[in-house]
């Protein structure tokens, strides 16, 4: 685990995403900088979330959460809370399947007339390292068209796509369209290091740049911006695609070939080949890495090994932390470099 330095700036890092790919990333990045910010994506309409959504018509907390969770401190109390908060009600009317979190929330939101005043007293009560930003504050949900023209409304029907899922999507947009919130796009420009992803790309990542005002944001950002690729492809959201798909896609919705500088992708042999066949099953493979398309998109690829062994195949929140830390180390060295003066 790496030690913050004391007594020299810590780098501004913001993370954009939402769900376990967002909460992994802060998990590994909260122990090298304390000016971290979670920039989450508020379109999930599914599970507990989507329940109370639909039953107080608050913005969905399960996202938030997460994050809030993963900058909590690692000591023993904090991992209490943290147990807590992710603790999730299996019997009781009206109980189930709930989160403890995602109800502390919605009470604190319903208390005090805000999602951001819950948020605020949430992430004092956990002690976070860093903050969490909701990328919106207007309830807007999720829409997806197919190649053929057929919609698709709600991030979990597009999450897990039973309509038509031998098509490939052809877009996703927000109904209605949204205003980022401010402190996201302050937090962007400021920031030393913008990074997106890993998440599912359609529900997870392209709802946060499909919010006015984060796309312009990352583009006129001076940060090292780096897209962090999916490991395994998905059924129904992206079937056969490779590393370059996804990138195209993400330059797609920021609007500009020149919104990424670096690539960061998993070295695949870490994949452990029992646990690959029960993806297979599932339709879902590994993320194929062609480099050479991907150098036509974005200045920097950079390959290593990302994985945790375990029954899933997931990013390693400190090897991932890390990799995006190396990164930053280098384009920092590069800006200092470009900018000296030249001799006479």
């Known amino acids: 685990m790496t030690i913050l330095n004391r007594g020299r700036r810590e780098p501004n890092i913001v993370v954009i995403g939402g769900g376990t790919g967002a909460y992994t990333a802060l998990m590994g990045l909260k122990h090298h900088t304390r000016v971290l910010t979670a920039i989450i994506s508020m379109a999930?309409?599914?599970?507990?979330?989507?329940?109370?959504?639909?039953?107080?018509?608050?913005?969905?907390?399960?996202?938030?959460?997460?994050?809030?969770?993963?900058?909590?401190?690692?000591?023993?109390?904090?991992?209490i809370l943290r147990r807590l908060f992710e603790y999730r009600f299996e019997k009781g009317d009206g109980l189930s399947g709930h989160?403890?979190?995602?109800?502390?929330?919605?009470?604190?939101?319903?208390?005090?007339?805000?999602?951001?005043?819950?948020i605020a007293e949430t992430s004092h009560i956990l002690n976070i390292r860093g903050r969490v930003i909701p990328v919106t504050l207007t309830d807007t949900h999720l829409v997806a068209e197919t190649?053929?023209?057929?919609?698709?409304?709600?991030?979990?029907?597009?999450?897990?796509?039973?309509?038509?899922?031998?098509?490939p999507l052809a877009r996703v947009y927000l109904e209605p369209g949204a205003e980022a919130h401010a402190e996201a796009v302050r937090a962007i420009e400021e920031a030393d290091i913008v990074v997106i992803g890993p998440g599912d790309l359609y529900s997870s990542l392209l709802p946060n740049l499909l919010v006015r005002g984060i796309p312009e944001a990352i583009n006129r950002s001076k940060a090292a911006k780096v897209y962090v690729c999916n490991i395994m492809t998905k059924r129904g959201e992206t079937d056969g695609y490779r590393a370059s798909d996804f990138t195209r896609q993400i330059l797609r919705y920021l609007?500009?070939?020149?919104s990424i500088d670096y690539v960061l992708a998993n070295y695949h042999e870490r994949l452990d080949s029992a646990v690959l066949r029960r993806y297979a099953a599932d339709g879902s493979v590994p993320v194929g890495l062609d480099l050479t398309e991907c150098y036509e998109l974005v200045p920097e690829i950079r390959v290593k090994p990302l994985t945790k062994v375990g029954a899933y195949v997931r990013h390693d929140s400190h090897l991932l932390a890390d990799a995006v830390m190396e990164i930053y180390r280098q384009h920092k060295t590069q800006?200092?470099?470009e900018e000296a003066p030249t001799p006479a």
């Open 147 to 167: 190649v053929d023209g057929h919609v698709i409304r709600g991030e979990t029907n597009i999450d897990v796509r039973t309509i038509h899922p031998e098509l």
């Open 255 to 258: 609007g500009s070939e020149t």
């Open 335 to 337: 800006r200092i470099a």
């Open 99 to 118: 989160t403890f979190g995602n109800l502390f929330l919605t009470a604190l939101t319903e208390i005090s007339g805000s999602l951001d005043m819950a």
């Open 44 to 79: 999930d309409s599914g599970g507990s979330t989507g329940r109370l959504r639909d039953e107080f018509g608050h913005l969905p907390p399960g996202d938030v959460r997460k994050a809030l969770v993963a900058l909590a401190p690692d000591d023993d109390t904090s991992l």
